[in-house]
C-alpha cells in the first residue's frame, strides 16, 4: 500500500493587512446602518406598510446618510493631513 503524502495548498489570498483591516473597522458603523435598513425593508415585504414601518425606514435611511458624511469627512481629512 502507497500512502501519498499532500502537501498544502498554497495560500491564493493574502491574509488582510492592517491597513485593510483598519479601513474596515472605519466602514463598520455605514455596514450597521444600511444592515438597519435593509431589516426595516425586509420586514416591510410581508404586509401592508405600517406608519411604524415607515417610520422604521426614515430612521433608518437617515442613519445610513448621517453615516456616510462621517466616512466621508473621515476620508477627506485623511487625504487633507
Known amino acids: 500500500m ?3 503524502r499532500l502537501n ?7 491574509e488582510p493587512t492592517v491597513a485593510e483591516l483598519d479601513a ?14 435593509l431589516d426595516a425593508q425586509i420586514i416591510s415585504l410581508d404586509r401592508p406598510l405600517t406608519e411604524l414601518d415607515s417610520r422604521r ?3 433608518a435611511r437617515r442613519k ?3 453615516a ?3 466616512l466621508t469627512a473621515h476620508a477627506r481629512q485623511g487625504v487633507s493631513a
Open 57 to 59: 425606514i426614515r430612521r
Open 64 to 66: 445610513v446618510l448621517a
Open 24 to 37: 474596515i473597522e472605519c466602514e463598520m458603523p455605514l455596514i450597521a446602518a444600511e444592515v438597519e435598513l
Open 2 to 4: 502507497n500512502i501519498l
Open 8 to 14: 498544502k495548498p498554497a495560500r491564493t489570498e493574502p
Open 68 to 70: 456616510r458624511r462621517r
